[in-house]
């Protein structure tokens, strides 16, 4: 699962809340793509409100998500749902943030690392 909301820290939440009261998703008003996907695990699994659904990448790495607003947003908090213990292999230990106007001015804002992750990032 993905959110875009409304703060500016990276932080692990482990709560069950799927949504802090304080905060607007948006992530509605993006269209979603992804580089690759088994059947069954796209773009409609990572949506999902369950997080025992997820997106399984299939095919040569980096595996890319992306995301296409159709009017100029804010985005100052994005947060991801992972869980290491229940799918190891499809669990991402690093992830590299981009954002730009279009596909080819795209700029990294920020990378997150972690070991074994599990709850919201």
């Not at 992306?66 to 947003?73: I, Q, S």
Request: glycine share 6%; charged share 20%; hydrophobic share 35%.
């Amino acid at each position: 699962m993905v959110d875009f909301l409304t703060s500016h820290d990276f932080e692990l939440d482990r709560s069950p809340s799927p949504l802090p009261p304080d905060l607007r998703e948006i992530s509605s008003l993006a269209s979603w793509t992804v580089s690759t996907y088994k059947p069954g695990c796209g773009v409609a699994a990572l949506r999902h409100p369950s997080p025992t659904q997820y997106w399984q990448s299939d095919g040569p790495q980096p595996h890319t998500l992306t995301l296409h607003f159709f009017k100029r947003v804010a985005i100052v908090k994005l947060r991801v749902y992972l869980d290491f213990e229940l799918d190891e292999s499809y669990t991402p230990t690093k992830m590299v943030f981009l954002a730009g106007m279009g596909g080819n001015d795209l700029v990294e804002f920020q990378t997150w690392e972690g070991e074994a992750p599990c709850g919201w990032v």
